[in-house]
């Protein structure tokens, strides 16, 4: 099973404020081993710029209308992502579980399993 592990957006993601040394080691030995257990690809984890510097594209029949960042409800937005094969959602929550803390405070990771062809049968 596929899933997105969505890194959710806080005050300082939104405010641009990079994450210190200490925390991008630490997450780069994590991403090492989520890529060693056959769980990560190399290329399908990325953290994200602040919403102030996105556009978002609404769409209403053909009409669309394109909205400059930021966005609103800084904690429904994400700061990053990753794409992890894993046997169910079990195995997804053990990995986030040992993932550091994202962000310097509080913070959250929402996981997503991806549609997958069997769903449209």
Known sequence: MRVM????????SESGTM????????????????????VLAPSDAAGLKPSSVGKR?????????VADGPFAATSE???????????????????VK???????GPSEIEIRPLYEAKDFV
């Open 5 to 12: 592990v969505l890194v959710k957006a806080t005050a300082d």
């Open 98 to 104: 040992r993932c550091p803390n994202p962000m310097p």
């Open 19 to 38: 994450p210190e040394r200490a925390m991008l080691e630490a997450m780069g030995r994590f991403n090492a081993e989520l890529i060693a257990a056959g």
């Open 77 to 95: 937005l994400v700061a990053g992502f990753w794409l992890w094969t894993v046997r169910d959602l079990d195995e997804a929550v053990a990995w």
């Open 57 to 65: 594209v609404a769409f209403h029949g053909v009409d669309r209308t």
